[in-house]
């Protein structure tokens, strides 16, 4: 008899249960999709903001338990912008303070 470390990853009808390998990112349009590379910017869906990964403030709300379920994760500055996210003021004080300008004109 042969076990070994896929048993359990097949449902009853053949497929695989396990997630496909990779990251989930979030596109210019919002939407996720899948992709072989992690993310370099990570957001938080519900205020629409977006930082570097090792920011204080978005490392102190996720050890705290909040908002890991709206978190997202993005290749790219650009691609955050265009998906309609700010930067954050702690992280990215100046991106913040011209975005802020911009919006003020």
Known sequence: MVHSAL???RRFDGTDSAPAPGYTLTGVDGKPYRSD???RFGGYRRGRIYGRLDCPS???HIARGNYVR???FFADEAT???AGYRPCSVCLPHRHRAWREGEAS
Do not use: E, Y
Request: no cysteine; charged share 15%.
């Open 7 to 9: 048993v359990g990853t």
């Open 37 to 39: 590379t992690a993310g």
């Open 58 to 60: 978005a490392l102190r």
């Open 70 to 72: 709206h978190r997202v």
């Open 80 to 82: 955050a912008v265009a």
